[in-house]
């Protein structure tokens, strides 16, 4: 097993609408897997366990929403290891647009 990634994406969204984006947003997913990939995941609290097998391979995921600050906590199998700077930096940029507040309201 390889060393897990771990992103933090600071947020001013709360933990609640943190969630419902996150939930929202999983079900896309599976449409940027190549040959019919297949995406599972599964709430306990304000953690999801997420698991996405494409390509004979099985990645695992913990997301931990918080009220300023959601982990992510994403193993690659060793084969898909010399991939992980691209994938911290995907999920650094998906995970910030995703949690963006669009409410127009200006931060002093």
């Known amino acids: 097993m390889t060393k897990p990634i771990v992103v933090d ?3 001013s969204l709360g933990a609640a609408e943190a969630k419902r984006r996150i939930a929202g947003g999983i079900g896309k997913l599976s449409d940027h897997l190549p040959g019919g990939g297949e995406v599972n ?7 999801m366990d997420l698991g996405v097998k494409a390509m004979g391979q ?12 959601v982990r992510l906590e994403v193993v690659l ?10 994938v911290e930096s ?3 940029r998906h995970g910030t ?12």
Not at 42 to 47: A, K, T
Not at 58 to 69: L, M, Y
Request: charged share 30%; no cysteine.
């Open 77 to 86: 199998p060793a084969f898909l290891s010399f991939f992980g700077s691209k």
């Open 97 to 108: 647009e995703l949690l963006e507040d669009k409410s127009g309201g200006s931060k002093s």
């Open 41 to 47: 995941h599964s709430w306990s609290g304000d953690r």
């Open 58 to 69: 099985q990645v695992s995921a913990k997301i931990d929403v918080g009220e300023k600050i």
């Open 9 to 11: 994406l600071p947020h």
């Open 90 to 92: 995907l999920m650094r």
